[in-house]
């Protein structure tokens, strides 16, 4: 089945910068929508970001205008640009896949996830 592998997580100062990489397995990539999502602690997990096969983009009010999605499919790859970032954006971001193509963005309609890289920013 789909396998997603992260990286490229860290710890970095308020107003850096860092690029997130999810590497996926399988043969029909560039058919997935593929989204970010982050979880922090005590908290309910939340969508990030997302690029969908058509290559539409869509982001969360907290980081539209700081975060860039985009995805090579010839690398099988979706990656998260996070600019100006700030102690709030500070969680686990998760990479998914979503077979469906459903409009919306829901975690309950991707189907896979991958195993979360730590994101910390200090102040």
């Known amino acids: 089945q789909v396998q997603l592998v992260e990286s490229g997580g860290g710890l970095v100062q308020a107003g850096g910068s860092l690029r997130l990489s999810c590497a996926a397995s399988?043969?029909?990539?560039?058919?997935?929508?593929m989204g970010w999502f982050r979880q922090a602690p005590g908290k309910e997990r939340e969508f990030v970001a997302s690029?969908?096969?058509?290559?539409?983009?869509y982001y969360a009010n907290s980081v539209k205008g700081r975060f860039s999605i985009s995805r090579d499919n010839a690398k099988n790859t979706v990656y998260l640009q996070m600019n100006i970032l700030k102690p709030e954006d500070t969680a686990v971001y998760y990479c998914?896949?979503?077979?469906?193509?459903?409009?919306?963005?829901?975690?309950?309609?991707?189907?896979?996830w991958g195993q979360g890289t730590q994101v910390t920013v200090s102040s």
């Open positions: 998914a896949a979503k077979k469906q193509s459903a409009p919306t963005n829901w975690s309950g309609t991707y189907d896979y």
């Open positions: 399988g043969r029909t990539f560039s058919t997935y929508d």
């Open positions: 690029v969908w096969r058509d290559s539409s983009v």
